[in-house]
């Protein structure tokens, strides 16, 4: 298994571009989840999905447009990058909603000018 | 307002000793608690978790202790190894609440010096 797959591992953005951070998994697990990261502020959950077609918010999701099409992708669409998306995310996934540990992906690094 | 707080950012130990990371949460409604710990361009990996039916869990130099009286939990590392030297992030999620959703606190830097 691959596990948790993150595309791309870096990338620069304009104020204002659009993009799409992809998010797979291989393990079959009905949960997943988008949280980004920086500095001194630990793991904030933006959005996430119980299964393919159920989304919901987390509790930064403006800005970040989400969709689960299939169980195994996860896309994260900023619409319209600000600076302040500049971040680390990270993709997870869990066999249900259960409490069960999360796996996580490597992370994509953003920065916006 | 943060729920769960990681008061230490940074904790430095000599090999071979213990290594105690603090975290206290001010939610009462959770009730499930894990640690994670992450290496420098990798994402973050599970470590140990916790019940709230229980006060301790142990996994080889791993041991989660919880006081739900005083909403504080502790990860013990012994004996220290420089290849526990990471980030460790606690978290927290509430069963009664929606879909397991995890609280982080902000992490705790650990140096383990050889």
């Known amino acids: 298994n691959a596990g948790v797959t993150q595309t791309p591992k870096f990338q620069v953005l304009k104020t204002g571009q659009s993009m799409t951070l992809q998010c797979a998994q291989d393990m079959n697990h009905e949960y997943m989840s988008w949280y980004r990261q920086d500095p001194g502020m630990g793991l904030r959950l933006i959005h996430y999905?119980?299964?393919?077609?159920?989304?919901d918010q987390g509790e930064v999701p403006n800005g970040y447009n989400v969709s689960r099409s299939t169980t195994e992708d996860f896309p994260l669409r900023l619409l319209s990058a600000a600076p302040s998306q500049t971040s680390v995310y990270f993709c997870?996934?869990?066999?249900?909603?259960?409490?069960?540990?999360?796996?996580f992906g490597p992370g994509t690094r953003l920065t916006v000018l | 307002d943060q729920q769960v707080k990681q008061n230490s950012p940074s904790l430095s130990v000599q090999e071979g000793r213990i290594s105690i990371l603090n975290c206290d949460y001010t939610n009462s409604m959770f009730d499930y608690f894990l640690w994670y710990k992450k290496y420098p361009a990798e994402g973050p990996t599970f470590l140990i978790s916790i019940s709230s039916i229980k006060d301790k869990n142990e996994d080889g130099r791993f041991t989660v202790f919880l006081n739900k009286s005083a909403k504080h939990l502790s990860l013990h590392i012994v004996p220290s190894q420089p290849g526990d030297s990471a980030v460790y992030f606690c978290a927290a999620s509430d069963s009664g609440g929606s879909n397991y959703k995890l609280t982080f606190g902000k992490g705790t830097l650990l140096t383990v010096n050889p």
């Open positions: 997870a996934s869990r066999q249900d909603t259960s409490r069960n540990e999360q796996f």
């Open positions: 999905s119980v299964g393919a077609g159920i989304t």
